[in-house]
């Protein structure tokens, strides 16, 4: 799953930098630069995944605890 999001990412990439030249550009070598993207995208992801993963766990845990008690 991992290497197939890179690949989508970096698919992406390269499609933006077609559609917008000006706004996107993609320096040489362009393939490790979108593939680069691409995995700083997916790890970026993963990240903001894992942290929004975490307050939502957290935030359970006390409105458990607000609403049944302590045990």
């Known amino acids: ?7 989508i990412n970096a698919f992406l990439f390269w499609l ?3 559609i917008t030249p000006a706004a996107f550009i993609v320096n040489n070598p362009q393939l ?8 700083l995208m997916g790890v970026v992801v993963m990240v903001m995944e894992a942290f929004l993963d975490w307050i939502g766990q957290n935030s359970a845990a006390k409105l458990r605890h607000n609403f049944i008690g302590a045990g």
């Open 32 to 39: 490790f630069w979108l593939a680069f993207g691409g995995t």
């Open 16 to 18: 933006l930098s077609l």
């Open 1 to 7: 799953m991992g290497l197939f999001a890179i690949v």
